[in-house]
């Protein structure tokens, strides 16, 4: 069974073409990243507008390098939610359309359950019950999943993503846009000595991260001020204490979820999975399997969308011309 994806909710305007759910046929991604650092952040009109300009070549490509033509694709699975409104509206109009015109059911995917899905296109296939992490620019979420469709969310974060705390600190550093890249570069020159705020939240599996976010901007005001000779090794090292201290919380409350609910797996996903060091520590820490998809299957891609399609489309769950954009969508809510 072949399924197209498409994915179009933030900066990358993506299609894939993916067999049976786990095989990749084809995965091409154009990133808007470029367009974007000038400002140091993504601007929504911005993206829809390079969005529906790059989507038509970038479907083309898909399905030239999967050798597929309409009559070999099964079905049409979309990115309807979450992410910029303006966004989503190209790629599910493009899905619609490519839906009526090929006669093909249309599914429209929560994002955060597509970058889950990253998981099935490894080389080992995820076993359930699973503690699967989702720290992404727009979220971290934790949830436990026992079957295909069956997801429970058991924490969230209460302020800042992951993701967006990376942006917001290498921002106030000055190492530029994206932030999680900048960081973990700007890491290897600096050692974490810096001691930042860690909240573990007790008997919650919620995060939060403006406590370290709120110390660097702090340290960063007293530095620039205080002129020390050591001052260009300093944001290495607050960039590095960071990095250090968001990895900390993640791996702990994902271990101790993994712990308490007896699961057999911890998968990560989400772009900041591409983080070494928290790929690196959570393996590390952890003593049951740790499944992670590659980088480039972590940050947005609509390979992830395609076999989260397959998957719903095995078990009948398709959507009609009635499906919507969903700005807010939650993992909550699957
Ligand atoms: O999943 P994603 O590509 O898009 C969203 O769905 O949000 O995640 C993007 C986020 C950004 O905040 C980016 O700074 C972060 O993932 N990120 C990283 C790394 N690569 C991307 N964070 C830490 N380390 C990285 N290597
Ligand atoms: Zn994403």
């Given at each position: 069974m072949k399924i197209l994806g498409i994915e179009s909710s933030c900066d990358e305007t993506a299609a894939a073409v993916v067999e049976d759910?786990?095989?990749?046929?084809s995965n091409i991604i154009s990133s808007q990243v470029e367009l974007h650092s000038r400002y140091g952040g993504i601007v929504p009109e911005v993206a829809s507008r390079q969005h529906l300009l790059s989507s038509v070549p970038v479907l083309e490509r898909a399905l030239e390098e999967a050798g597929a033509?309409?009559?070999?694709?099964?079905a049409i699975a979309v990115t309807?939610?979450?992410?910029?409104a303006g966004s989503l509206l190209v790629g599910v109009n493009l899905a619609k359309a490519l839906a009526l015109a090929w006669e093909l059911p249309l599914i429209g995917i929560n994002h955060l359950e597509a970058h889950i899905y990253?998981?099935?296109?490894?080389?080992e296939t995820p076993v359930f019950p699973l503690i699967a992490l989702i720290v992404s620019g727009g979220h971290t979420d934790l949830v436990l999943m026992k079957?295909?469709?069956?997801i429970i969310r058991l924490g969230q974060t209460r302020d800042d993503a992951a993701g967006e705390a990376f942006d917001k600190v290498a921002r106030v550093l000055g190492?530029?846009?994206?932030g999680g890249p900048a960081i973990e570069q700007a890491s290897k020159e600096g050692s974490p000595s810096y001691r930042l705020p860690r909240a573990w939240?007790?008997?919650?599996d919620d995060f939060s991260f403006s406590g370290p976010k709120t110390a660097v901007v702090r340290l960063a005001r007293e530095l620039s001020l205080a002129?020390?000779?050591?001052?260009?090794?300093v944001p290495a090292d607050i960039a590095a204490s960071f990095q250090q201290s968001v990895v900390d919380v993640l791996v702990t409350k994902t271990s101790a979820a993994a712990n308490r609910h007896h699961v057999r797996q911890i998968l990560l996903a989400g772009g900041?999975?591409?983080?070494e060091l928290l790929r690196q520590t959570m393996v590390d820490r952890s003593p049951i399997p740790v499944l992670i998809p590659e980088p480039v299957l972590c940050t947005d891609n609509a390979a992830m969308v395609a076999s989260c399609g397959c998957f719903h489309l095995l078990r009948g769950k398709v959507d009609g011309w009635d499906l919507d954009v969903a700005p807010g969508l939650t993992l909550g809510q699957i």
């Open positions: 759910g786990t095989g990749i046929l033509s309409p009559n070999d694709i099964d309807n939610g979450p992410g910029l990253a998981n099935w296109l490894g080389h079957g295909h469709g069956d190492l530029g846009y994206p939240i007790k008997g919650s002129n020390t000779p050591a001052r260009n090794s900041v999975a591409a983080n």
